[in-house]
């Protein structure tokens, strides 16, 4: 991944297979997932690519786990993003909706997926940073059902970004402490909200770009969509946001002087 580092000064997290994956709210409130020591924020988990096996389901082996991986293999398709994560009334994290529309070739399509189908593996580029199996196949994916947010409802779960555990962060940025820049990864910002002079949220952080002497130049925020649909990437300077963090060591908030209508107004990134 060309996720790259603001800081190294955080611990490295491991994948370890799904038996010891366990759900909990961390300090902050947020829902997150355990995987050994890798906590993974329901937030940051937003807008995440999910790779499944191209011929059957992905043969994670204990040295995948253990060592991690470099880049996608070349026997990984791209399933799709994480579109929203699903909390139960107790806050617990307990599963994601994937847009996979594309993949399955049926247009627009999400469907929810549990967590013991997924499997996280440390990325040896980005200290971190990490990728996201799914570990059955195409076949498995192609029965299952629409994600159906009434029978979700139904079942006492809600969207992690239209549900009370949204911490109330457009509360203003004042509310929070500036973060740490120099304690700060690719990977706390990556998938970080945006919000706008309004203090409403007006997007995610989709990438960071660093200049050849590996200093971060420009933010590029992911405005719009829904799901990861009909995003228009834009990019900010570095001096534009604005990076706040509740509780010292809880999520990454990223605030802009624009509206979201000023944003998607921007000239669009290109790579």
């Known amino acids: 991944m060309k996720n790259l580092l603001l800081s ?11 038996n010891a994956q366990t759900t909990e709210t961390n300090l902050t409130g947020m829902p997150s997932y355990m995987a050994g020591d890798m906590q993974i924020s329901a937030d940051q988990m937003i807008g995440k690519r999910v790779y499944i096996g191209r011929e059957g389901a992905v043969a994670v082996d204990e040295t995948m786990l253990i060592g991690g991986v470099t880049d ?4 990984w398709d791209d399933m799709g993003e994480v579109g929203d994560v699903l909390v139960s009334e107790d806050g617990q994290f307990n599963s994601v909706v994937i847009d996979a529309g594309g993949f399955l070739g049926m247009g627009e399509r999400h469907v929810q997926v ?4 997924l499997q996280f593996v440390h990325d040896n580029d980005t200290d971190g940073e990490y990728y996201i199996l799914y570990t059955g196949d195409r076949a498995t994916v192609e029965g299952y059902d629409p ?4 029978m979700a409802e139904g079942a006492g779960l809600r969207p992690f970004d239209r549900g009370a555990m949204d911490m109330d962060m457009r509360a203003g940025r004042d509310t929070f402490a500036a ?11 990556t998938g970080a909200r945006v919000y706008g002079s309004n203090d409403d949220w007006v997007g995610e952080v989709g990438r960071l770009v660093l200049a050849e002497d590996g200093q971060v130049t420009h933010v590029v925020v992911d405005v719009g969509g829904w799901l990861g649909m009909g995003e228009r990437p ?16 809880g999520p990454v908030m990223v605030y802009v002087d624009f509206t979201e209508e000023e944003l998607e107004n921007l000239p669009q990134w290109a790579e």
């Open 234 to 249: 834009v990019a900010l300077g570095f001096d534009q946001v604005d990076m706040r963090r509740a509780n010292g060591d």
């Open 8 to 18: 190294t000064s955080v611990v490295i997290l491991t994948a370890v297979g799904a």
């Open 114 to 117: 549990s967590l013991d189908s």
């Open 147 to 150: 994600y159906d947010s009434a």
């Open 72 to 75: 996608v293999s070349d026997d």
């Open 179 to 189: 973060a740490e820049v120099n304690t700060l990864t690719a990977a706390d910002l």
